[in-house]
């Protein structure tokens, strides 16, 4: 007699699983133990394997389906065995429902969506009565807090003081351009389950850094106009202001507002900085390095770029000193002098992101129903998807683009 | 050859046996020198045998009150001598007790007076000792005199607490300089025994470091049972004679003499820091006498750290006992729990007895903070008025915006035991609310916490 295959539950809380992949089909020999499909539970994908030796005869559902846990999913049994067809009474009401087309599994477009609901557990956070009750006035966020007391615990002095007070304005509020100077160059967050849970499984299936992409095309129009005008402005004494340096600020002052992309990724926390440094690629003889503009954010233009020249000579000649070219919390890379319009670029771990910049070019651009010429640029960001995730990307990505396009922004 | 051990620890007190037995715990091979008994001042002659012959005192004064609770006891009459007897006997069985230890956890005893040497070595005698990984500094402290005045401790008419727990007669009258911990108690004690008892303190109330009410409650309690207490009072001379000690006490602008036909000395401790060879290792002190330790507890030299009534105030056995083990664990490469030096237990054992934790009402105001004061009185509790303790209160200092317990003071008969609750809350950083909610069993003097916590919050119940 055949034996039935059920939805098993496999995580202690998951009450359905989306059948992702058959992993056995129809007619194929499985031995009990045998994988028999991919099945993602609220927490992540897991493996639904047979109990039974003989053939896989008859699968009850359609890959990206939703079933209920104990739902007969499919059958195994002898070669040509009949058993009751989709009209099973097990089935009743709960009948499988199909996923909406958008929730293709077989699209494997980056950045993939993420198979995990936050299940409230996950992010318990360990804190003392008094810590709770300070950080629900001040407005921290605990999950956001790295706790100093035994065991991790959040106590009183984490979420006291000036760099709570730092933390609660610097997470939410994207109002402010600049960055309260808090005496805490960073925080040390754990990663909740659903961090580890991603960083696990992006990292194994795209490689050690799992890595998607974010392009934007910039009209660099005002950029080019206030450029131009500093620059006249600075006159013959001055070294002049490039384009990389309104990039490398506009990057810097836009991860003030996204401290979420200025993080990074420590294989059992994330490390979210409150100071931005910048690390710049430059091409140099026999390869790349990136040196670290320090605190970009609180830099002016000129200071930027009078440094970025500095730093980019040396590290031609290969005069930097190792604490010149680490420590950055985020990088930029360059390629627009090479008449590259857009191309990605790798990341620099532990950061968590990088921006590639392509040519700045003259381009026609529907203004309304009108075509006028614009000077244009693309700009790709290579994010680490352990630590951001592709709408933290995006929001990130939104604000630089607004600060290029708009610079007098920049000034705020 | 030199004998080697990984830890050496000088002095076997509250601070250095703890240390050595969480070095032996954690596997350390370890040392004590101890040139006395072991278990030091607050076994030998301190924290232990004063609470003997505090219950000695506590009878006493139980049963002149019997009759009130139906128990006739005839006449009471009291004998320090065999008071004494039995409380050397309770302190003896604890030193046996600390001697016991050592062997159990395997840890040598080098009997005599160490003195540290370059290169983590301790002489002893003839012989010298290597520590492998560190050399514990734990010497203690002793009691001492106010020679400027005339009153340097003749052992005779002039005691301090070591005498005093040694005496086999008591004097008729005894003035005590000082009204600490140590004051008060054995004003309590002597009181007992039918000693007239006269306390002078310089600074302008009894028990200074405890909260104001704390003070005031203790001060009627004492007057009431015809102890005499001058507070804010300048010793200006001492006659001492051969039975009798005279003494020119200026007060509140008043000028009187104090005939005594004892002086106890009560004012303070000098920390045991001569003739240990600090210098030779190159072993800094700090302004106010102890040895300079930083945050590890390690003195200025590397490898010698310095733990219990030498590196610093609080002079209090528990405080010193924990530092004996977060610098076992330091040593043994662990990462212990820091202390809260904020959050050590003050506890004075007279009749009642006063313990307290954080901050009195005084500081809060000083450091302007917003507080709010829960108090309940042991008059409306329902345990208390049965033991006919009704002496005292709780009270508790809470935060107002945020309900931390800022600090906690409680006199009464059992105040010494009741003080963890809020020990225990405060390490853990629960607020009164916290505290409120836990249930708490009637009837019991307990209950007073939860309602000087629900006090705090404006919703008490029993007053």
């Known amino acids: 007699m055949a034996t039935k295959v059920h939805m098993e539950a496999l995580s202690p809380t998951m009450e359905e699983g989306r059948l992702v992949k058959w992993t056995k089909h129809e007619g194929d020999p499985v031995k009990s133990g045998d994988t028999l499909a991919e099945v993602e539970t609220d927490k992540a994908v897991m493996e639904l394997v047979a109990r039974a030796d003989g053939q896989l005869i008859k699968v009850m559902v359609p890959e990206g389906t939703t079933v209920p846990v104990g739902n007969i999913v499919a059958w195994i049994g002898k070669p040509g065995e009949k058993v009751d067809g989709a009209g099973s009474t097990e089935q009743g009401a709960a009948a499988p429902k199909p996923a909406p087309a958008t929730a293709s599994p077989k699209l494997a477009s980056a950045p993939a969506p993420i198979p995990v609901a936050a299940p409230a557990d996950a992010t318990r956070v360990k804190a003392s009565p008094l810590a709770k009750r300070i950080a629900k006035e001040v407005g921290v966020d605990l999950k956001l807090v790295q706790g100093s007391g035994p065991g991790g615990r959040v106590v009183k002095r984490d ?14 509020a994207p109002s402010s351009v600049l960055r309260a100077p808090s005496g805490v160059p960073f925080e040390d967050v754990p990663l909740t389950q659903i961090r580890k849970t991603i960083a696990k499984r992006l990292a194994a299936s795209l490689g050690p850094i799992p890595h998607f992409f974010l392009t934007t095309e910039i009209d660099m129009e005002r950029a080019a106009e206030a450029r131009e005008a500093l620059n006249k402005q600075l006159g013959e004494a001055g070294g002049k202001i490039s384009f990389n340096d309104i990039v490398i600020k506009a990057v810097a002052l836009a991860l003030v507002q996204h401290r979420a992309c200025n993080a990074w990724f420590q294989e059992d926390h994330i490390r979210y900085w409150n100071e931005v440094h910048i690390g710049m690629a430059v091409a140099i003889e026999d390869g790349l390095i990136t040196p670290v503009i320090r605190n970009a954010d609180m830099k002016s233009l000129r200071e930027i770029s009078a440094e970025s020249r500095e730093l980019a000579g040396r590290a031609r000649n290969r005069r930097l000193k190792p604490e010149e070219y680490t420590g950055a919390t985020f990088s930029v890379s360059n390629l627009g002098m090479f008449d590259i319009d857009h191309f990605t670029a790798v990341i620099n771990p532990p950061e968590s992101g990088i921006v590639a910049i392509g040519s700045i070019a003259a381009q026609a651009v529907a203004d309304g129903d009108r075509v006028v010429v614009r000077r244009r640029m693309r700009a790709t960001m290579s994010c680490d998807h352990r630590v951001i995730d592709g709408a933290t990307g995006a929001a990130y990505m939104r604000t630089l683009k607004q600060m290029l396009e708009n610079p007098l922004a920049m000034l705020l | 050859m030199a004998q080697s051990f990984d830890v050496i620890v000088l002095g076997g007190g509250p601070a250095g046996y703890v240390c050595a037995i969480r070095c032996a715990q954690l596997g350390l091979a370890t040392a004590v020198v101890e040139q006395e008994k072991l278990g030091g001042v607050c076994v030998n002659i301190g924290c232990i045998p004063t609470k003997a012959l505090l219950h000695s005192a506590y009878i006493a004064n139980l049963l002149k009150e019997s009759k009130e ?134 600074l302008p109330r009894i028990l200074p470091l405890e909260d104001a009410e704390a003070s005031d409650t203790l001060n009627k309690s004492y007057r009431k049972r015809g102890i005499e207490v001058i507070a804010g009072a300048k010793v200006t001379k001492a006659t001492v004679g051969k039975d009798k000690v005279t003494l020119d006490v200026e007060a ?74 977060v610098v076992a664990e330091l040593i043994a490469g662990q990462k212990p729990h820091p202390i809260k030096y904020d959050n050590v237990p003050s506890v004075t054992y007279c009749h009642p007895e006063v313990a307290s934790i954080g901050l009195t009402e005084d500081q809060c105001k000083e450091k302007k903070l917003d507080y709010v004061a829960g108090k309940f009185p042991f008059s409306a509790n329902g345990r208390a008025r049965g033991t006919g303790e009704t002496e005292g209160f709780v009270k508790i200092l809470r935060d107002k915006k945020y309900g931390e317990i800022l600090g906690a003071h409680i006199v009464g008969s059992h105040a010494s035991e009741m003080i963890h609750e809020l020990a225990v809350a405060r390490e853990n950083e629960y607020t009164v609310e916290e505290v409120e909610l836990a249930i708490h069993a009637h009837p019991t003097m307990s209950e007073a916490t939860a309602q000087a916590a629900l006090d705090s919050l404006g919703r008490v119940i029993d007053t």
Request: hydrophobic share 40%.
């Open chain 1, 159 to 172: 979420v006291e003081g000036g760099a709570a007070q730092a933390r609660a304005v610097a997470t939410p």
């Open chain 2, 69 to 202: 609770f139906g128990v006739e006891a005839g006449s009471v009459t009291t004998d320090y001598g065999v008071a004494m007897k039995r409380s050397r006997r309770v302190s003896d069985q604890n030193s046996k007790g600390v001697e016991f230890l050592m062997k159990k956890n395997k840890i040598t005893v080098v009997k005599g007076t160490g003195v540290l040497q370059p290169g983590r070595k301790v002489k002893v005698g003839s012989d010298v000792y290597e520590a492998k990984k560190a050399v514990v500094i734990a010497t203690g402290s002793r009691v001492k005199g106010i020679p400027q005045i005339g009153l340097e401790i003749n052992k005779t008419t002039v005691i301090s607490s070591d005498e005093a727990l040694l005496l086999e007669k008591i004097p008729a009258s005894l003035a005590i300089i000082g009204a600490g911990a140590v004051g008060m108690e054995f004003a309590d004690i002597f009181n007992a025994f039918g000693v007239k008892v006269t306390v002078i303190e310089a």
């Open chain 2, 252 to 325: 509140g602008g008043e000028k009187k003499q104090v005939t005594a036909a004892a002086v106890l000395m009560a004012a303070g401790r000098a920390v045991n820091i001569e003739n240990i060879g600090l210098k030779e290792c190159g072993i800094q002190l700090t302004e106010r006498g102890f040895i300079k330790v930083d945050k590890n507890l390690q003195t200025s030299t590397a490898g010698y750290y310095a733990i219990g009534d030498v590196a610093g105030p609080p002079m209090l056995a528990h405080k010193g006992s924990r530092e004996g083990i």
